[in-house]
């Protein structure tokens, strides 16, 4: 079963993006929806951009692999991605 999950500062309460991960390895995220401008790495970050507070996982639900495959493809397309011509 796939779940999506905000990733949420403790802190300040700002959202820094969305994850996707499969229930049988939670410890591994599927994929990361930045909120704002992403990390260099691609990674989702441990600490809040914002105040640099901890986060964590906020308003988990359950998804279809549709659904997941269907965020993917509707997410703006990154100044990295526009300055390569993508």
């Known amino acids: 079963m796939l779940i999506s999950a905000d990733l949420k500062c403790y802190c300040c309460g700002s959202i820094a993006g969305e994850v996707f991960a499969d229930t049988t390895d939670p410890h591994r995220f599927l994929a990361y929806l930045p909120a704002e401008e992403p990390l ?3 990674r989702p970050p ?3 951009q914002r105040c640099g507070g901890p986060v964590f996982l ?3 639900q ?3 692999r549709h659904e997941v495959v ?3 493809r509707q997410r703006p397309a990154s100044a990295e991605r526009a300055a390569v011509g993508a």
């Open 40 to 42: 260099a790495n691609g």
């Open 46 to 48: 441990r600490q809040c």
């Open 58 to 60: 906020d308003e988990a």
């Open 62 to 64: 359950t998804v279809s």
């Open 70 to 72: 269907r965020r993917l």
